[in-house]
């Protein structure tokens, strides 16, 4: 197609700054610019709207383009291979295409809100910057090529499940879990600190496994889980906390993609995830709530998983 054709071409201009960037530095977990959580939740709720609003399939696809590409990561830059390279910006490409214009336009206006003008040209200072402008052309051509393929209306929305068990056990979950989830500093911004003693290529082994499981969800319920977010985002009081009723359909909707895949994949993130974060992550974070209220949660939690299972 267009766009893969055109991918080629990025590849061409842009592969010797992928190599140069130096993709295991930690600067790329810190916010860019200064801390504003609630704008960049409002960012993030543009890139939720966008993922809602784009082709299931291609989403899928782009997720198995990623997975195939972390396994061709060599040197210390932990740059992929040219091929995958490739396969990922042809990947993406079309799933903006599959989005109307607005919505990519809604999401690069909502990060630049977030972003200080002076962190493009320090990123810039970090590689050669001939090869920084040499990749720049080749995105500004690329992009009329997704333009020229691009939707111009948006998928239509997904259908949600209603009486069945998960949705049901999903409302006990949250009264159980509600007073903890109020409980919670959402606006901290301890969530953007480093894992103690891990590195980049120890953290994106676990990514890897939930990029394989999303690969495997259900597109229909994944987008549903997406929207629901959406709505949940929504309804946020002033520290950050969304009521009852969207937190209910939050946990509905992520019970029902965590039943759409095996309970192997789902594992598997478990594992590579307690292999990162240390006990004393945890520890710190159930010393910051109250202790009655997390352990009722963990309770309701255990309690909803058996459903979830059941209906896996
Ligand atoms: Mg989420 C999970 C925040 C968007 C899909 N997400 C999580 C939590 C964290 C979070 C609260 C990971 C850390 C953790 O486990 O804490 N998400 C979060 C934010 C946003 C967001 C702030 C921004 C909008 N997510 C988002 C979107 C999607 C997902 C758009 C795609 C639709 N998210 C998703 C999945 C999962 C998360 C599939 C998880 O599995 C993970 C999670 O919650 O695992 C348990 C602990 C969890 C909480 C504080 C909140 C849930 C409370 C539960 C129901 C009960 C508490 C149990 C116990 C006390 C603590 C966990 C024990 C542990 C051993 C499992
Ligand atoms: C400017 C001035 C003109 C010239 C110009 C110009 C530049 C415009 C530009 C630009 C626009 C632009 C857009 C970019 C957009 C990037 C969008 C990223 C989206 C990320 C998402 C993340 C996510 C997920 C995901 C799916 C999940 C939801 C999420 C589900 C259902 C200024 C040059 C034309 C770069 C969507 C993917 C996992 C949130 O106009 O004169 O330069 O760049 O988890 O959804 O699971
Ligand atoms: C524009 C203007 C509108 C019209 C429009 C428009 C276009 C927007 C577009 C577009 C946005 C867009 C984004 C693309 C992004 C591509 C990103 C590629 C990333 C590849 C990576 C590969 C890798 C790895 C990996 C992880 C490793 C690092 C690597 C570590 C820690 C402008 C059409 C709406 C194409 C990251 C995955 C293995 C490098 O908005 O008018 O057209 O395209 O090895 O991580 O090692
Ligand atoms: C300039 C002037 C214009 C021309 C121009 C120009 C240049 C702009 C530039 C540039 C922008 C730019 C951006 C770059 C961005 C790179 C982003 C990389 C992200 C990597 C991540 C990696 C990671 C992980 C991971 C999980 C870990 C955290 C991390 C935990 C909990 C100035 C040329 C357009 C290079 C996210 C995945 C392992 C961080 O605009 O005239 O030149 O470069 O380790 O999670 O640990
Ligand atoms: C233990 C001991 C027993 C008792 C027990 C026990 C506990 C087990 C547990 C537990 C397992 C467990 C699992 C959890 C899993 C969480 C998984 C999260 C996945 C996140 C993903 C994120 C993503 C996306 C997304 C889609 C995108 C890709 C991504 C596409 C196509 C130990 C109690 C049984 C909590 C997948 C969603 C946006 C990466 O067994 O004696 O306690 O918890 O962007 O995909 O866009
Ligand atoms: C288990 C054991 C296996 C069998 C199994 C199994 C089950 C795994 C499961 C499961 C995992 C799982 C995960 C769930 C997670 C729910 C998370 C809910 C999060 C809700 C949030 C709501 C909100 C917001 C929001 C953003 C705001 C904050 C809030 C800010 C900055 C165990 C079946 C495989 C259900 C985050 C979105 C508005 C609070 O593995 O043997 O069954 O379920 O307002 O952000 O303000
Ligand atoms: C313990 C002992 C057992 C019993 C138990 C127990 C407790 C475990 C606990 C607990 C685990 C736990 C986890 C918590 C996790 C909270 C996660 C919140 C994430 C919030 C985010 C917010 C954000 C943003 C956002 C984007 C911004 C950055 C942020 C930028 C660029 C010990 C009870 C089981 C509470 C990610 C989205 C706005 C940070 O196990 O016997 O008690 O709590 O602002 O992006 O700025």
Do not use: C
Request: glycine share 6%; proline share 5%; no cysteine.
């Amino acid at each position: 197609d267009q766009i893969g054709d055109a991918a080629k071409k990025l590849g061409d201009a842009s592969y010797d700054f992928a190599k140069e960037v130096d993709w295991n530095n930690g600067v790329f977990l810190q916010a860019p610019g200064s801390f504003q959580p609630l704008k960049a939740l409002k960012a993030i709720d543009k890139m939720i709207e966008m993922g809602a609003a784009a082709d299931p399939e291609l989403l899928k696809k782009a997720a198995d383009a990623h997975h195939k590409a972390i396994g061709s990561i060599s040197g210390p830059n932990g740059v992929t291979s040219r091929a995958d390279w490739d396969a990922v910006n042809a990947a993406l490409g079309r799933v903006v295409a599959s989005v109307p214009k607005q919505k990519v336009m809604d999401v690069y206006d909502a990060v630049k809100d977030i972003t200080d003008p002076k962190v493009p040209a320090y990123m810039k200072s970090l590689v050669n910057g001939a090869d920084a402008e040499k990749a720049y052309q080749g995105f500004l051509e690329f992009k009329d090529v997704v333009a020229a393929n691009q939707v111009t209306t948006a998928s239509a929305a997904a259908t949600v499940p209603t009486g069945d068990k998960i949705g049901t056990a999903a409302k006990a979950l949250s009264d159980a879990s509600y007073p903890f989830i109020k409980d919670i500093d959402w606006l901290s911004d301890i969530y953007l600190k480093p894992l103690p003693g891990k590195t980049a290529p120890e953290t994106l082994k676990a990514i890897d496994k939930m990029i394989v499981m999303g690969s495997k969800m259900d597109g229909n319920l994944l987008k549903a889980a997406a929207e629901a977010h959406h709505k949940a985002i929504g309804s946020i009081d002033a520290k950050g906390v969304t009521s009852p009723e969207d937190y209910e359909a939050v946990n509905a909707a992520l019970g029902r993609i965590v039943a759409s895949v095996p309970k192997q994949t789902v594992m598997d993130v478990y594992d590579s995830m307690a292999k990162i974060v240390d006990s004393s992550v945890t520890n710190n974070m159930f010393s910051t709530v109250n202790p009655l209220d997390a352990l009722s949660a963990a309770k309701g939690f255990y309690t909803f998983k058996d459903v979830v299972e059941a209906a896996q």
